[in-house]
């Protein structure tokens, strides 16, 4: 039996790794590497191929967790590590360049976009919800769009694996509308 496949997306620091380590199943393989892009975030590594973790169900099913690099001259390998998805976890910062940064990923991945297999992830930030929602809620609706969206912590294991169950409910559901 296949794997069902999710991808974790976003740009560079926005917790993919982190979210993968917080959930997997088994010690995550990382492509880390030393970050020679400190204008784009000041982390110390960045992730230069993929992240992969898995997560074992109580089925037997195994759920393959794929972290993509956030960097945009990595963008070439966005298509080919979301081959086969059954969806996405897009996580943002929560900074003056993340509304434009959720366009840009909405507009990479239209396909699970149109599906609505999509869950948005809004971290680094202390703020009440409603205030962090507010502009991101704003920008799906300009585009039509009706995609979960939490405020999160990539480091709690409990708030990656909502996001999972979110991502995995939001999908079937659609594919139960898309069947009928």
Not at 61 to 75: D, H, K, M
Not at 128 to 146: D, I, N
Request: glycine residues 8%.
């Amino acid at each position: 039996m296949m794997p069902m496949k999710i991808i974790f997306i976003g740009p560079m620091g926005a917790g993919k790794t982190t979210a993968i380590r917080a959930v997997s199943d088994i010690p995550p393989i990382c492509t880390e590497s030393e970050n020679h892009d400190k204008a784009a975030h000041e982390k110390a590594t960045t992730t230069v191929a993929m992240d992969y973790g898995e997560i074992h169900l109580d089925e037997g099913e195994t759920v393959a967790l794929y972290g993509i690099p956030g960097q945009e001259r990595f963008s070439f390998m966005w298509p080919v590590l979301a081959e086969g998805a059954m969806g996405a976890i897009l996580l943002l910062c929560h900074n003056e360049q993340a509304t434009a940064q959720l366009l840009t990923y909405l507009d990479a991945f239209p396909a699970l976009v149109e599906r609505g297999s999509l869950v948005i992830g809004i971290g680094h930030t202390n703020l009440p919800s409603a205030q962090v929602l507010a502009p991101y809620q704003a920008v799906l609706e300009q585009r039509g769009l009706a995609l979960p969206l939490f405020v999160t912590d990539v480091r709690e294991q409990h708030h990656v694996s909502l996001l999972i169950d979110s991502l995995i409910a939001n999908a079937e559901l659609n594919q139960l509308f898309q069947g009928s």
